[in-house]
């Protein structure tokens, strides 16, 4: 993907009528969660005036991007929030809104809840891969259910974040709408399950994959080798094959909250496995 002019190639354009004219210097990348199902809903209420809301970019479940807001135009995505001290962030920014619903609740029966506490058939979810269990000190001290997000989405995001950074040289910073709204505390999103880290990273790689033949990360674990395990998390057994040395260059396979399923070594030698991406750093 490439950005020209503020439109990227390869979304759908439907602008929104939500927008202030220019921007200031871009320092940032602000990702949202949608708290929606589907991205007609959020595509819908961002191409209304009665909306009085809006982001430049709408990625759907299986990847498709709707482009809402030139980039070179202001957004109305973040506006309470504050970004290292100041404020005006929408003119700050570029705005992604990813297709997700959002924390769900489990009843005392198990059914699933969503945000509103209402009943959520299981075809509704069914496009997410999963959800894993988490605490928010802003929802509130129960242990909330956070729909993954497919890979075929986050690889979309990407792609929008890496033509940014190109398009926009000034941006040092991939953040979530949560981490900006620090005054009122009500935004959460994107959420737990969203693999931030995997984001920021490209800040540090701002080189197109397409280029690289695949984004190669370097075992950054100094103190001790990195464990490798057969699933994305400290509940499934690690590898024998494993631990992986400090500085050891991998190629990254796949995401799953903050774990990376990564490719060791190269031919009949090379196998795979997940990491903690926290120590995984771009080679």
């Not at 509130?140 to 997000?149: D, E, K, Q, V």
């Not at 399950?193 to 690289?212: E, G, H, K, N, Q």
């Not at 774990?259 to 496995?273: H, M, P, Q, T, Y």
Request: positive net charge.
């Amino acid at each position: 993907m490439r950005i020209s002019g503020g439109w990227a190639d390869g979304a759908e354009r439907k602008p929104s009528p939500n927008i202030n004219s220019g921007h200031r210097s871009r320092e940032c990348v602000v990702v949202h969660y949608t708290a929606g199902y589907t991205a007609s809903s959020a595509v819908n209420t961002f191409a209304t005036t009665a909306g009085k809301a809006s982001a430049h970019f709408v990625v759907e479940v299986d990847g498709k991007v709707t482009q809402m807001v030139n980039c070179n135009d202001t957004a109305w995505h973040a506006g309470f929030g504050v970004f290292r001290g100041g404020g005006q962030l929408n003119a700050r920014s570029i705005g992604i809104e990813i297709v997700n619903p959002g924390y769900h609740f489990r009843s005392t029966t198990g059914q699933i809840l969503n945000w509103e506490r209402k009943p959520v058939p299981a075809s509704r979810l069914a496009p997410f891969p999963g959800m894993i269990e988490a605490r928010d000190p802003w929802v509130g001290s129960a242990n909330l259910l956070w729909p993954l997000y497919p890979e075929a989405q986050l690889k979309a995001v990407e792609n929008i974040i890496r033509a940014c950074l190109a398009a926009y040289p000034t941006i040092s910073e991939v953040v979530g709408h949560r981490d900006v709204d620090t005054v009122r505390k009500l935004k959460v999103d994107p959420g737990p399950a969203f693999p931030m880290a995997r984001m920021r990273r490209l800040l540090s790689d701002r080189a197109d994959p397409a280029d690289t033949g695949g984004v190669k990360l370097k075992v950054d674990a100094p103190t001790s080798p990195l464990n490798i395990r057969g699933g994305p998390g400290t509940n499934f057994d690690k590898l024998d094959r494993g631990p992986l040395r400090h500085g050891l260059v991998v190629l990254e396979l796949e995401v799953r909250g903050d774990w990376i399923k990564v490719r060791v070594g190269d031919g009949n030698s090379a196998f795979e496995g997940w990491c903690f991406g926290d120590y995984l750093k771009p080679a």
